[in-house]
């Protein structure tokens, strides 16, 4: 797999129909110069966030040929009016990365967690909560560590709508195995959840 990056960038409001619409070219230039999309997903707030999983074998090859193709300055300069500045590519590790395809009638949820007290100690508990997650039906679909700034970003789906959550979790956060896993609480200075809209990275 090489290295392996987490995208993340917003769109801007009113501005993602036109956004859509660039998507898929920017997959095609990716995978032209070796990246390899696994997965990518749209968190719907008022300005959008994307957040886009992709791999390279060579990663200082693919930034140069990228940065050199004058392909990818154009449809950089065509998608600039619909995006922030904020454009933010990290490295990063993979914890779990699972190739399952999209379900009618499941809603993803996207996790971000600000880690401290140690990443072996939560790793340690967050795999034991993947387990429990999907006893209960939930799909984990990614998982990835950026260590340097202590950001831990994973996602998983579930049957129902975002409404639903609270109700669907219901049992698995009863689940004695699950209660004894409260700790990783310890672990996590600030946490976000959103629902997200998955987004087709076969170009």
């Known amino acids: 797999m090489g290295r392996t990056f987490l995208h993340r960038v917003s769109v801007r409001p009113r501005h993602l129909d036109a956004w859509l619409a ?15 999309s696994h997965q990518a ?14 791999s390279h074998p060579d990663p200082d090859a ?3 040929a990228w940065a050199a193709d004058p392909e990818v300055v154009a449809h950089r300069e065509a998608a600039a009016s ?3 500045g904020n454009l933010l590519i990290r490295p990063v590790r993979v914890e779990l990365l699972r190739d399952r395809p999209e379900l009618p009638g ?19 508990i967050w795999r034991r909560i993947v387990d ?22 994973w996602a998983f789906d579930f049957a129902g709508g975002w409404d639903d959550l609270v109700a669907v979790q219901r049992a698995y956060y009863a689940d004695p195995e699950r209660v004894a896993l409260r700790g990783v609480f310890d ?9 997200a809209r998955r987004l087709d990275v076969s170009g």
């Open 62 to 64: 693919g930034a140069a």
């Open 187 to 195: 672990h996590m200075a600030d946490y976000t959840l959103d629902p």
């Open 22 to 36: 660039l998507w898929p070219r920017e997959v095609v230039l990716r995978r032209r110069h070796g990246y390899e």
């Open 132 to 153: 429990v997650r999907e006893r209960h039906g939930f799909r984990c679909l990614f998982a990835v560590a950026d260590e340097p700034r202590d950001q831990f970003t």
């Open 41 to 54: 997903y749209l968190q719907p707030h008022a300005e959008p966030k994307l957040s886009w999983l992709y």
């Open 82 to 84: 619909h995006v922030f």
């Open 106 to 124: 499941r809603t993803v949820c996207l996790r971000r967690y600000s880690i401290v007290g140690g990443w072996q100690e939560f790793l340690a």
